[in-house]
T-cell receptor, first 116, second 110 residues
Framework: DAGVIQSPRHEVTEMGQEVTLRCKPI?????LFWYRQTMMRGLELLIY????????DSGMPEDRFSAKMPNASFSTLKIQPSEPRDSAVYFC??????????????FGEGSWLTVV | GQNIDQPTEMTATEGAIVQINCTYQ??????LFWYQQHAGEAPTFLSY????GLEEKGRFSSFLSRSKGYSYLLLKELQMKDSASYLC???????????FGKGTMLLVSP
């Protein structure tokens, strides 16, 4: 399997610009997660989807952040407008049905975002 | 809410054994995971515990005590490639999400 695929791997953008991060989950996985990782706060859950439907977006920092999952094989995380404090590594991850004990979450390689 | 604590850094020498502890306080519990993350890379799954006791997988073992809210990851016969951050994560009951600790950076020296 190709694993979780994210793009872009690295992005440097200016404050105020729109940033769109993309993710393709592992085929057949019905859960998709967006995490953000920083030195200060560690790995934080932003939002997750089940069968393309957003289930919990309480981790989304503010209205500048939005996420969509138009189909089972694609999701986006958008930041508009971007700010320097958004600089972080954004991970997309996917997993199988939660009712199966021990189903683990598989991470993509991450999108390294720097806002200057 | 969830609170997960683990040491920030640990050091050990090649060939030695190291134990990385994790304590957690959660409103629900449906499993504890350990992930390994090398610098600049994605977290990768190492182990899973949902019942009390020890799970062994090669050089790595993970232990869980649900009554104490405590887990540890045991790494034997350390190798230089084991230098990485080790993340403890708890799955809340009824959800598929994982809440992560901030990770323990392990440095293995010759």
């Amino acid at each position: 399997d190709a694993g979780v695929i994210q793009s872009p791997r690295h992005e440097v953008t200016e404050m105020g610009q729109e940033v769109t991060l993309r993710c393709k989950p592992i085929s057949g996985h019905d859960y998709l997660f967006w995490y953000r990782q920083t030195m200060m706060r560690g790995l934080e859950l932003l939002i997750y989807f089940n069968n393309n439907v957003p289930i919990d977006d309480s981790g989304m920092p503010e209205d500048r952040f939005s996420a969509k999952m138009p189909n089972a094989s694609f999701s986006t995380l958008k930041i508009q407008p971007s700010e320097p404090r958004d600089s972080a590594v954004y991970f997309c991850a996917s997993s199988l049905n939660r009712d199966r004990a021990g189903n683990t979450i598989y991470f993509g390689e991450g999108s390294w975002l720097t806002v200057v | 809410g969830q609170n997960i604590d683990q040491p920030t850094e640990m050091t050990a020498t090649e060939g030695a054994i190291v134990q990385i502890n994790c304590t957690y306080q959660t409103s629900g519990f449906n499993g504890l995971f350990w992930y390994q993350q090398h610098a600049g890379e994605a977290p990768t799954f190492l182990s899973y515990n949902v019942l009390d006791g020890l799970e062994e997988k090669g050089r790595f073992s993970s232990f869980l005590s649900r009554s104490k809210g405590y887990s540890y990851l045991l790494l034997k016969e350390l190798q230089m490639k084991d230098s990485a951050s080790y993340l403890c994560a708890v799955r809340d009951s009824g959800y598929s999400t994982l809440t992560f600790g901030k990770g323990t950076m392990l440095l293995v020296s010759p």
